[in-house]
Nanobody, 114 residues
Framework: VQLVESGGGLVQPGGSLRLSCAAS????????MNWYRQAPGKERELVAR????????YYADSVKGRFTISRDNFKNTFSLQMNRLKPEDTAVYYC????????WGQGTQVTVSS
């Protein structure tokens, strides 16, 4: 039972990346889905959240209007589309689900640099 992340990498400022988080060994039910990030020397912070029904979302002010969280319960995945990336978005990104299970992904590095 785990979450498997994919999609990180190196991108130039202004570019885009899409992170995905897939369930392995179980099926999403009614969990709240979250993306966090942790930059070097900083605390882990919540970036985006989507409710179990997918009807409500939350975004940190620093990413509002640039990032979009979505979920696909049929594919057992959820994603973070990141547009207009900035150097300050550089961090390790983690997915997390909360509900019957409280699970974290392994983390994926996102580096925004020219």
């Amino acid at each position: 039972v785990q979450l498997v992340e994919s999609g990180g990498g190196l991108v130039q400022p202004g570019g885009s990346l899409r992170l995905s988080c897939a369930a392995s060994g179980f099926t999403f039910r009614s969990e709240e889905m979250n993306w966090y990030r942790q930059a070097p020397g900083k605390e882990r912070e919540l970036v985006a959240r989507i409710t179990n029904a997918g009807t409500s979302t939350y975004y940190a002010d620093s990413v509002k209007g640039r990032f979009t969280i979505s979920r696909d319960n049929f594919k057992n995945t959820f994603s973070l589309q990141m547009n207009r990336l900035k150097p300050e978005d550089t961090a390790v990104y983690y997915c997390r689900i909360l509900g019957d299970l409280d699970l974290w992904g392994q983390g994926t590095q996102v580096t925004v640099s020219s």
